[in-house]
DNA sequence: TTCCTGACTGATTGGTGAGTCAATCAGGGC
DNA sequence: GCCCTGATTGACTCACCAATCAGTCAGGAA
């Protein structure tokens, strides 16, 4: 890619990391390019140079990302293992990728999927594919009888989802402990209490 | 109050009920002090006669409404009827308020509850002491034997809260419908599916 | 009638920060 | 050696907007 850096870093990742930071840090409204820019010991006009707008760094941490969940979902569906793994692995997958990278998921949560009047608006397709995704595979259980069918696939999704986003919240206010054993208790804690609420009653 | 409008109505309300709707509808970064002054129909400076600032006007919208949630948890709790009408009650004293006047809502929740970097951070006290208080009622159902006790009451808590934000969330994106009917279904099935997951199984 | 208070006005200011751009520099092809 | 391409730099521009402030106006007190 570059010819001038053959076996240097990549200057476009280096800013796109280092505006994980500072979004995380200040948020996206208030901290300055320069700060992205300073912060990956970069000029400030080479954040222009590889981005058309302080918008585009953002739309570009989350669509990297979010792909990566909505194939994380279509993968749990095709190996169809029975429902409460399926949910178990969804939850994994976003509470690993919070512990592996919580200034990412910050930024995500707070600056995307929960801005309703900006880049929340501008991505509602692709958060509802993941909706989507997860509705299809809690209606599969519910035509295989592992689920009651008086809650609407639509409905318990958001309870799912709900709980999840409402967990790394807390991890991001720092209102919860997050060791590595509060991550692994969370998970199972999440799939069991919406599993144990969907589930037909012996 | 105003010697000059003795019978007009009170300014200082007039200019908070103009800021719900542009802080709705445009977001409290992207809209301007000015657009307030012009919903309200009041001159510019106005608004700095009542508040000290922009921040001042949203910091009032919520801790306005933000202190009746508070004593609808406080109330349900002193009323101290069984568990599960008591978390109906909490899930549609914050449905019914967004029934009642969504803008508001959508101001509190995107603006404030989920702003991690700002005024989230800045009202995190009066937060979570909305949490402990659910927390408090869960613990108790515990205690009494309702719900099973290896599911903490903090987490039961956000999974509880991470719902109903979630299903307000989704229809401030207006991803779901939001007919009467649709807000009545909602409260009973959060309530439903987390109970469900929470009670003591037969 | 005069003065005082406080609601109300809106032009102005001052700071800020996104985005531009002209210039520099390094490497590769010829 | 020379040109071309594209990465890299950072000073500058320009629009925007929060906050200020000097003033107007209305009603009540004395």
Redesign the interface.
Known sequence: MSARNAGAVDKRRVILDAAIRVFAR??F??CRVSDIANEAGVAYGLVYHYFRSKDEVLDTLFTERWTLLLEAIAEVDRRDPPIREKLDAIASFIVDSYQNDPDLM?VII?EVT?????F??AH?PEI?QA?DGIAAIIRKAQEEGAFRTD??P???T??F???????L??W??E??PATPDDFAQ?KQ??V???????EV??
Chains 1, 2 share one sequence.
Not at 161 to 167: M, R
Not at 192 to 198: D, N, R, S
């Open positions: 200040e948020g409204y208030s910050k707070v929960r801005a309703a009047n900006t929340g608006r509602l509802s909706y809650i609407s639509e409905f318990a958001l309870c989802y709900g709980a999840i986003e409402q967990l919240t807390a991001i206010f209102a919860i969370a804690m999440v069991e209490t919406v599993c144990g609420g969907l009653r012996a």
